[in-house]
Structure formats: structure tokens, C-alpha cells
């Protein structure tokens, strides 16, 4: 039988959200006026949620890939 461990799920969520938030802000500041005040409630929205679906999404997939037989 084949092992999953939940560690290796929970480094690849946290880099996955880490990384989905932080795009989303770079995208936000990229306009004319830069800086985190010129940011909407909308833009920081998007940035939550990007950063959620990318936890949800990197945990599951990566806990149900099993782990390579030693």
C-alpha cells in the first residue's frame, strides 16, 4: 500500500497560496499609480481568493498523489 503524508501537502499548499496572493498584488500595482493605498477592496479580494483556491487546491492534489514506494 501506498503512503501519503500530509507534510509535503501542506509546504506545496503554503507556497501555492503564497505565490497565487503575491501575483495577484503585482498584477493590482502594475497600473499608474503604485503602491498598496492605491489598491481596491476588489483587488484585495481577488488576491484572498486567489491565494484560497490555490491552498484548497495544492493540499488536495498533493496529499492524494501517493508517495513514490522506497
Known amino acids: 500500500m501506498?503512503?501519503?503524508t500530509a507534510?509535503?501537502?501542506w509546504a506545496a499548499a503554503l507556497y501555492?497560496?503564497?505565490l497565487a496572493f503575491l501575483s495577484s498584488l503585482l498584477?493590482?500595482?502594475?497600473?499608474?499609480?503604485?503602491?498598496?493605498?492605491?489598491?481596491t477592496a476588489g483587488q484585495?479580494?481577488?488576491?484572498?481568493?486567489?491565494a484560497l483556491v490555490a491552498f484548497g487546491g495544492?493540499?488536495?492534489?498533493?496529499y492524494y498523489v501517493p508517495n513514490k514506494p522506497r
Not at 33 to 39: A, K, M, R
Open 27 to 39: 498584477t493590482a500595482l502594475g497600473g499608474a499609480d503604485t503602491g498598496f493605498d492605491s489598491i
Open 16 to 18: 501555492s497560496a503564497v
Open 7 to 9: 507534510a509535503k501537502a
Open 44 to 50: 484585495w479580494l481577488t488576491a484572498v481568493i486567489a
Open 58 to 62: 495544492a493540499a488536495g492534489l498533493t
Open 2 to 4: 501506498l503512503r501519503t
